[in-house]
């Protein structure tokens, strides 16, 4: 059973469109993530916030934007993405205590298709 | 850099059989936390096994086991009494002691089981 939901489950967007990706954990949690994997290959870390605080961009481009409204939810506005954007979109919350039990938790993904 | 490498892209064993996964990793530190990661077929991805380096017993979670060689860098994976739910996709990953924030995967084997 997760303890990190992803909603949708699957998204097919154009080029011009504006969608999001909501990711939920109600695990205490105050370290999120999100990660874009493509088939057969490990996930590549995006964005990391910690305390409701970005504290990592992996130099992603502008039309992915994160936000975290608070300790358990975090988005992902998607604006003008490319065909090449096309990917399953990995959550995952951590404790954020920084001990060797701070394993991330993973959602099941939001598989996005860019047409 | 921390760089952890799974040399084998796909392996196979026969439903009932053992199968060792191997994974090394390239770090100038002394402590740190290794994990193996698990990612079915459309599923999400779940946490197997974890090590802490700084600890000589190697780690055990029922039939997942691992080989924890610090002084060559090496953390195998071996799986006993092989089960056909244990098809996936594994990754290796490699996370620093106070840095809780990102993990290095490694490029993943993608485990077939044979009944």
């Known amino acids: 059973d997760t303890e990190v939901t992803q909603t949708p489950k699957h998204l097919v967007m154009g080029m011009t469109n504006k969608k999001s990706l909501k990711c939920e954990q109600h695990?205490?949690?105050?370290?999120m993530y999100w990660y874009k994997q493509k088939a057969k290959k490990p996930p590549e870390l995006m964005f990391v916030?910690?305390?409701?605080?970005?504290?990592i961009n992996e130099s992603v481009p502008s039309r992915f934007s994160p936000e975290c409204p608070n300790s358990s939810l975090l988005n992902l506005h998607l604006h003008a993405l490319q065909p090449e954007d096309s990917a399953l979109y990995l959550c995952?919350?951590?404790?954020?205590?920084?001990?060797?039990?701070?394993?991330?938790?993973f959602g099941p993904g939001t598989r996005l298709t860019v047409l | 850099a921390q760089t952890v490498t799974q040399s084998q892209p796909e392996m196979s064993v026969q439903e009932a059989e053992t199968v060792t996964l191997s994974c090394t990793y390239d770090?100038?530190?002394?402590?740190?936390?290794l994990f193996w990661y698990k990612q079915p077929p459309s599923r999400q991805m779940i946490l197997v096994i974890r090590?802490?380096?700084?600890?000589?017993q190697n780690a055990t979670e029922n039939r997942f086991s691992v080989n924890f060689q610090k002084a060559a860098k090496s953390f195998s994976l071996k799986i006993s009494d092989s089960q056909l739910g244990d098809a996936a996709m594994y990754f290796c990953?490699?996370?620093?002691?106070?840095?809780?924030?990102?993990?290095?995967f490694g490029s993943g084997t993608k485990l077939n089981v044979k009944p």
């Open positions: 090590q802490e380096a700084y600890k000589q």
């Open positions: 770090t100038s530190e002394s402590d740190y936390y």
């Open positions: 995952a919350s951590s404790s954020a205590a920084g001990g060797p039990t701070d394993t991330q938790y």
């Open positions: 916030y910690s305390y409701e605080k970005l504290s």
């Open positions: 990953a490699y996370r620093r002691l106070y840095n809780f924030n990102k993990f290095y």
């Open positions: 695990m205490g949690h105050r370290a």
